[in-house]
């Protein structure tokens, strides 16, 4: 209040003393915003050669996978990973080698690779994916209560039906057959009816005792 009631002469005065006192602070405080911009910047462009560098180090990978050259692929997956740990190429390469790895009969490998990449997966989606072959793996592993952990994070619109059914899997591994055909059962409900898969879960109803399909549509 007291600074309005001064004149111009003496404002500018004061203005002129305020700014002797604090050159030091603006100074300083001008070369931090110009560095915090120039390392945004170069941050920024970091990045965008990290991203750049990456795709083209998949791009090998998936022609290494084409090619049978399965060692080959590994090393690369291996050095996405390293070295592009925040990329979504590293997330997929480490995706691919917990494929192999099932293939080879792995699951522990597989479970390993699985869990870094759930761990490092930004993508909503993505990271409901990996929860589900994760999932899929720690039950064929023998770890059906993990695997209904994991189920148990997904969304309920996310892969709705192939969750239901793995629970039923799990559910089955743990003598609760009540509930796994429920689990059963809710995922004919959310099933495509085109989708070659109903078969089996239609089976693995029967096999608990379950009604036909076509008798629980009409019911």
Do not use: C
Not at 8 to 30: D, F, P, Y
Not at 138 to 147: I, P, S
């Amino acid at each position: 209040m007291a600074f309005e009631l001064l004149d111009e002469h003496e404002q500018g005065e004061v203005v002129r003393k305020w700014l002797r006192q604090n050159t030091m602070s603006i100074a300083t405080g001008i070369v931090l915003a110009l560095l915090l911009i120039f390392g945004w910047q170069q941050w920024k462009q970091r990045q965008g050669r990290q991203v750049v560098e990456a795709a083209l180090q998949y791009q090998a990978l998936t022609k290494a996978v084409d090619e049978k050259r399965i060692e080959d692929a590994d090393a690369i997956a291996a050095a996405l990973r390293k070295d592009y740990t925040g990329t979504a190429y590293a997330v997929m390469a480490a995706l691919g080698q917990a494929e192999r790895a099932v293939t080879k009969g792995d699951l522990k490998a597989a479970t390993a690779d699985l869990e870094w990449a759930l761990s490092k997966a930004s993508v909503p989606a993505l990271k409901q994916l990996i929860s589900l072959r994760l999932a899929q793996a720690r039950l064929a592993d023998g770890d059906a209560n993990g695997a209904i952990g994991l189920l148990d994070g997904i969304g309920k619109e996310d892969y709705a039906g192939q969750v239901a059914e793995l629970r039923g899997d799990a559910l089955v591994k743990l003598d609760r057959a009540e509930e796994a055909r429920a689990a059963y059962q809710d995922a004919l409900t959310k099933l495509d009816p085109q989708t070659p898969n109903r078969m089996f879960v239609q089976m693995k109803l029967d096999d608990l005792g379950g009604a036909p399909a076509a008798q629980q549509q009409g019911s």
